[in-house]
């Protein structure tokens, strides 16, 4: 009895979904990006950003899109 109680309590480890995890990329990018600015450097890396950022946004546009569309 006991082992079936520890069984039901414990949960599975859960995958994050692409939505969380573009959403938490994108916080880390934008904390990343506005440090930068703040202390007026530009890091290699803000270029590549830039250049996804538009790919990002318009991948999570297009899903939320999706989500509300009416067939």
């Known amino acids: 009895a006991a082992?079936?109680?520890?069984?039901?309590?414990?949960k599975e480890p859960r995958c994050p979904s692409t939505?969380?995890?573009?959403?938490?990329?994108?916080?880390?990018y934008m904390m990343e990006y506005y440090s930068a600015i703040r202390k007026d450097e530009h890091p290699p890396f803000v270029s590549t950003w830039m250049g996804l950022e538009g790919i990002v946004l318009s991948e999570m546009s297009q899903a939320e899109k999706g989500n509300y569309m009416v067939s």
């Open 3 to 10: 082992m079936s109680t520890v069984a039901k309590q414990w």
């Open 19 to 28: 939505d969380e995890w573009l959403k938490k990329m994108w916080f880390i």
